[in-house]
C-alpha cells in the first residue's frame, strides 16, 4: 500500500470512528431521556392512593328508642344542659290505617260533551268529593242508596277530610270520588281522581282513557311527625348505655319510658360508598396498568439502544484495530521513503 492510499485509509477509519463516537453519545443521550421518562412513571406510581374499602362501622350508629302506646320513637339528637338534664328531639313513627295512599292506576271512560263530561270506571259514575250530595246523586250511586240522612250528613264531613288530606298529600287539585264494595267484608272503600289529570287525558273513540290514570285511595302508611327540645333526664346503667328517659321531669306530664338500644346501618349509604370503592379501585387499576405498559415501552427501546451501543462499541473496537495496522503500514513506508542510511 502506498503512502498516500494509506494516508487516505487513515482519515477514512478516523471519520468512521468519529461518527461511531458521535452516534453513540447520542445513543447516551437517547437512553438519559428514556431512564428520566422512566423515572417519571415510576414517581407517578409511587404518588398514587390506593383505594381503600369502606368499613360498615363508619355507617352504623347507635340508635336509641322508646315506645308510646302504637308510637315507635327514634331519639335524633340529645344536647347535655348544665342542670343534669337534656334537650332532646325524637322522630315519632306510626301505622296510619287511614290514610289516602296511592293504589292501582285504572282505565277511565267518559261521556258527555266537551266542558260537560261524566266519568265512570266500568258503569260505576263518579262525582266530584266535598261536594253536596244531592238526590240525584243518591239515585246514581249504590252507596249513597244504602246510606241514611244521618249517615249522608256524616259522610260528606267525611269527604271533606278525605278532600284536606289528598291536596295536602298530592297538591291542591278537583278530586272525584266513587265507591266500591269489597264482596268478602261488605264494606265500601273509596277511590279517588284528580279532575284535572281525567280533563287532560286522551281518550279514543269508545270514550275510554288509552292509559291507566293514577288512582288512590284509603289504606296503611308509615306516617312520622318530629318533636324537638323536650326536657328529658336519662337513666344509663354502668357501661353508660341509656336504659330509661324521662320526659318533662317535675313537670305534670311527666312521663318514663324504657329506652332500647339498637345499632343501626345506613346500608344504602355503605353501598353507596362500596360502589364509588370499585369505581376508584377500578380507575387505579386501569392507571397502574396504562403506567406499567409504558415503562415496558420504554425499557423495550432502551434494550434496543443498548444494542446497538454495543454493536456500535464492536465496530469501535474494529475500526480501532484497523486503524493501528494501517498507523504501523505508514510508519514503514514513512521510514522506507525517507531514511537515507540503513
Known sequence: MGMAASQARFLGLTARKTNTEYEGQQINQQRTTLSNQSANYYNQLLGMT?????????????????????????????????????????TSSWTNNFAVVSTAPTIY??????????????????RQLGATITDEDIQNDEYLKTLSDNQIQQLQEEEQKYLEQLNEKYGEANWQ???????????WSPYFVKQEVLDSAIYNETGASQSTI?????????????????????????????????????????????VKTNTVTDQAAYDDAMNQYEYDKYEYDQSIQNINAKIEIIQAEDKNLELRLKQLDTEQDAIQTEMDAVQKVIEKNTESTFKTFG
Do not use: C, W
Open 50 to 90: 390506593v383505594p381503600v374499602p369502606p368499613s360498615t362501622a363508619d355507617y352504623t350508629k347507635t340508635v336509641y328508642t322508646f315506645e308510646d302506646g302504637s308510637l315507635n320513637n327514634s331519639i335524633s339528637s340529645m344536647i347535655a344542659q348544665v342542670d343534669g338534664t337534656y334537650l332532646i328531639s325524637y
Open 109 to 126: 271512560t267518559r261521556t258527555g260533551d266537551e266542558d260537560n263530561y261524566t266519568y265512570y270506571v266500568g258503569a260505576k259514575q263518579l
Open 177 to 187: 270520588v266513587r265507591y266500591v264494595q269489597n264482596t268478602s267484608t261488605g264494606t
Open 214 to 258: 293514577a288512582t288512590y285511595t284509603v289504606g296503611s302508611a308509615q306516617e312520622t311527625e318530629e318533636i324537638k327540645g323536650v326536657t328529658a333526664r336519662l337513666e344509663q346503667d354502668s357501661t353508660g348505655r341509656i336504659i330509661n328517659i324521662t320526659l318533662n321531669p317535675g313537670d305534670a306530664d311527666e312521663v318514663t319510658y324504657a
